[in-house]
């Protein structure tokens, strides 16, 4: 349907392109999680940040699913499940008849210390994204990726350090990062990170000292040697001139492609992702040993066609409006 995933026989949708009845949302990114359908059901943090991201009034009805419980809906089984991606991010995996369906949403295999890990779900029907389904994306390391970044910090002590990350996941991803490597100063947030980052926070994420991104009151020269993180829309505009002689990174795993980090003058390309690489989405395949695997969106047909020299029936859904830019 043009909505998106749908279940028939329980009436109700899966991170729907626009509003429906009844929505069952993987997380809170905003081309799975859209406001204006009747009902939500989705995690209590992925309803938090709907909230928080378009107001409380973003549906008429929520209602949470815990992970691991069942709710019937309709005479179908659906349960909510960790997929590794940004806080409150899960799996539904969903049951009728003997047949279990599980539709991944965005998902990574690697360590997180922002969200809940990955956890595999024995399913008949795997509904996988693909974002990097392509073998040439094998991401690094991603505390090395940091590393690099506190290490430029050091051989540039006169330069601002101006890191695009989107807000929801990435950002606290990359300030927990930090954390962890030992980076202890004060990092400077754009004031579009400031609820969802208190959110984090408040879920007991520590994110250690965090101050507002502005040159108001202050000097240029104070943020000289600083890590300041924004919105990669930000660096678009003003804000980002304010600072001094600033390097620009940017935190994606698209960042391993070139062309795309010269096309945004990033000097320094970190290639952190929130979806897992090739070798991840085929070790989730191969876990799993699903008996169909169907790809919702990304690079479909490389890995529909790894699915098919594995003895795997698998087929491309070519879904339309999710974005695989917000990583």
Same mark, same amino acid.
């Given at each position: 349907m043009s909505e998106g995933l749908y279940c028939p026989p329980g009436d109700f949708h899966i991170d729907p392109v626009r509003p429906v009845p009844r929505a069952l949302v993987t997380h809170g990114h905003a081309d799975h999680a859209r406001p204006g359908s009747e009902k939500v059901l989705a995690t209590a943090d992925t309803l938090a940040i709907m909230a928080l991201r378009y107001g409380e009034d973003f549906c008429a009805e929520r209602q949470v699913a815990k992970l691991g419980e069942t709710i019937d809906i309709n005479g179908v089984r659906v349960s909510f499940h960790p997929a590794g991606h940004v806080l409150g991010s899960a799996q539904i995996a969903v049951e009728k008849d003997g047949l279990t369906m599980v539709v991944s949403g965005d998902y990574k295999r690697r360590p997180d210390p922002t969200c809940r890990p990955f956890e595999p779900v024995a399913c008949n029907v795997f509904i996988t994204e693909a974002t990097f389904g392509l073998p040439v994306f094998r991401h690094p390391d991603s505390g090395e990726e940091i590393r690099r970044l506190i290490a430029s910090t050091r051989q540039f002590p006169e330069r601002t350090h101006l890191v695009g990350a989107y807000a929801l996941g990435k950002a606290q991803r990359v300030i927990a990062g930090l954390r962890a490597e030992g980076y202890h100063e004060p990092i400077y947030i754009h004031g579009a990170l400031k609820k969802l980052c208190d959110f984090y926070q408040g879920r007991g994420i520590e994110l250690g000292n965090l101050q507002p991104a502005t040159v108001e009151g202050g000097k240029r020269g104070d943020f000289a040697g600083a890590v300041v993180i924004g919105p990669p829309s930000a660096f678009a505009d003003r804000w980002a001139r304010r600072f001094p002689d600033p390097l620009a990174a940017f935190a994606s795993g698209w960042m391993q492609v070139r062309q795309r980090a010269r096309q945004r003058g990033v000097e320094l390309p970190l290639v952190i992702s929130d979806h897992s690489d090739w070798d991840e989405l085929t070790? !989730?395949? $191969?876990? %799993?040993?699903? +008996?169909? @695997? &169907? @790809? !919702? /969106? =990304?690079?479909?047909? #490389? %890995? @529909?066609? &790894?699915?098919? %020299?594995? =003895?795997? #029936? #698998?087929?491309?859904? /070519? %879904? @339309?409006?999710?974005?695989?830019? $917000? +990583?």
């Open positions: 070790e !989730t395949i $191969s876990d %799993l040993k699903p +008996d169909e @695997v &169907w @790809v !919702t /969106h =990304g690079r479909e047909e #490389a %890995l @529909v066609r &790894w699915c098919q %020299l594995e =003895g795997i #029936a #698998a087929r491309p859904l /070519h %879904l @339309v409006g999710y974005e695989d830019e $917000s +990583d």
